[in-house]
């Protein structure tokens, strides 16, 4: 794939300049230890001090969090329909396979009459990524549309767990505020007890902008407000990703140059009148984010299938002449780590548990797909963290053999207080479901009283409820409040019914659907 990054990775993380600044503090520590030696050994308060530092120099080196593959991928598909395939898009071939994807569109076909069906059941888009991603063990998280801005985030099944407090946000800034063809959609959650947020924009067009995009981007920022005490703003979280059709453009240069220096590969020859660049010098908050470099195609302005830019003819608009779109740029993926300073000071042990290392392994385009004038972009990282949370909230359990000839039996212990509440719910999901909305059944919990910590709670599912045919499949628990499956069971079977063997069915014969 063209413009895949050779060079070093982008790394950051919660420190800025990580390396040096542990190298300073050992040495600090080293010379503090020194002069501790030197004092007398009699002294209990001297020895404790000297411990405790003793402490703090190994931590120093003994950070190692767990590593979690991100793919974020952006792409203004300008009404069209979906392509047959986006496994390419995905990268669902690569050696390292993500635990985390998270889609961004622009553009999605948002007339009256599609919107509000759209609303009602899935989208196209939304479909072609569920029906892509289910069979191979990812759930869709979550979702949040804005007329033609989509986000959607999905992981695997393991996951699911530990992936706590989700909500979205929007905010519309077409037409004075008052139209959402233009704005941006966020989604924010608790990953292993990491606060991460995703913000997928489609800031003002053309070239004269560049300054409105940068006043709609902060405008965006002070208007998305979470329910959480602790990050209550999006760059109150610890890690941010701001994608989407930016519509930053190349300044300056003329068509010719532009073409020439791309066809050539010397996209380092444009950077210096890129509009995000330029704005970057010159912008406090846009230089608290960080973007890999530009070594793929500008991804605007093709002709629809086909990997040319922009041949229409001129159009003349009442007595005006038209231009052809220049290149540009206008797809990116950027990040932010929550600078330290605005963390709460806490012990080391605290800090190393709450460091969160972003690495970027890759930032290109995918020129093959065709359906739309804008090229998607793909971003790739590696998060390194260590987890705050290891044990589900909930444990759920399958008791029993279960088949469709009789009542099912299950139980659930809440293993940690948390917000529960008598309207969580616990579904059967066939392995493969696309969402935690995708259950074969369900039962309310414990409808008089939230259970306790540690209580076991035995529930019953209706034989009527349960798949007739012989297949595997899992038990899930959904925190309303959390909005999300927040314990998920061991995968289990439930056995082919007998009225399933006494009629010989197969799956196309049960109303049509592989039950």
């Not at 989700?166 to 233009?182: A, D, E, L, V």
């Not at 019953?460 to 409040?481: C, E």
Request: charged share 25%; aromatic share 12%.
């Amino acid at each position: 794939m063209a413009g895949v990054l050779e060079g070093p990775r982008l790394r950051s993380d919660s420190n800025s300049s990580t390396a040096s600044s542990r190298t300073m503090l050992r040495q600090r520590l080293s010379q503090l230890l020194t002069c501790v030696e030197d004092l007398s050994s009699d002294d209990e308060a001297t020895e404790e001090v000297s411990r405790t530092l003793d402490e703090a120099f190994q931590l120093c080196g003994r950070y190692s969090g767990e590593f979690f593959r991100l793919h974020i991928v952006t792409w203004n598909v300008a009404t069209a329909e979906p392509p047959d395939d986006v496994r390419s898009l995905l990268q669902l071939d690569s050696d390292t396979p993500a635990d985390l994807f998270v889609i961004g569109l622009q553009e999605v076909r948002a007339t009256p009459v599609k919107y509000v069906s759209d609303l009602i059941a899935e989208d196209s888009w939304s479909h072609l990524f569920m029906n892509t991603l289910g069979p191979i063990g990812f759930v869709k998280v979550t979702s949040v549309r804005m007329q033609g801005l989509l986000l959607m985030v999905f992981a695997k099944q393991a996951h699911l767990p530990f992936i706590r407090d989700i909500q979205s946000t929007y905010t519309r800034t077409g037409i004075f505020g008052y139209w959402g063809n233009k704005g941006g959609v966020s989604v924010r959650f608790s990953f292993y007890g990491h606060m991460l947020c995703f913000l997928n924009c489609h800031l003002a067009a053309h070239m004269n902008y560049a300054v409105q995009r940068v006043d709609e981007f902060e405008y965006i920022l002070d208007s998305q407000d979470f329910d959480f005490y602790n990050t209550p703003h999006v760059l109150d979280h610890k890690v941010v990703f701001w994608f989407g059709d930016l519509n930053f453009r190349i300044a300056d240069h003329g068509l010719h140059f532009l073409r020439s220096s791309i066809n050539s590969g010397r996209f380092n020859l444009l950077w210096s009148k890129d509009q995000l660049l330029m704005m970057k010098q010159k912008e406090p908050l846009l230089q608290q984010f960080e973007e890999g470099p530009l070594q793929f195609k500008p991804t605007y302005k093709f002709d629809r299938f086909s990997e040319t830019y922009d041949t229409s003819p001129q159009k003349t608009w009442f007595g005006f002449n038209g231009k052809k779109r220049k290149p540009a740029w206008t797809d990116r993926i950027l990040w932010r780590i929550k600078p330290r300073d605005e963390e709460e000071c806490g012990s080391i042990a605290d800090d190393e548990e709450s460091l969160v290392k972003v690495t970027q392994d890759i930032y290109t385009c995918d020129p093959s797909y065709g359906v739309s004038d804008h090229k998607p972009v793909i971003g790739t990282f590696n998060l390194e963290l260590q987890k705050k949370v290891e044990t589900p909230l909930v444990c759920v359990s399958a008791e029993g053999q279960w088949s469709a000839d009789e009542d099912a039996v299950l139980t659930y212990t809440i293993q940690e207080k948390f917000d529960a509440c008598t309207s969580d719910w616990i579904g059967l999901y066939k392995i493969g479901f696309k969402s935690a909305l995708d259950y074969i059944a369900f039962v309310w919990v414990k409808e008089d009283e939230i259970a306790a910590v540690d209580e076991v709670v035995q529930l019953s599912m209706k034989r009527d409820d349960l798949p007739l045919l012989a297949g595997d499949y899992i038990l899930g628990y959904f925190s309303r409040n959390m909005q999300s499956l927040v314990g998920l069971s061991p995968t289990f079977q439930i056995m082919e019914s007998t009225l399933a063997l006494l009629e010989g069915l197969v799956p196309e014969n049960i109303n049509g659907l592989d039950k």
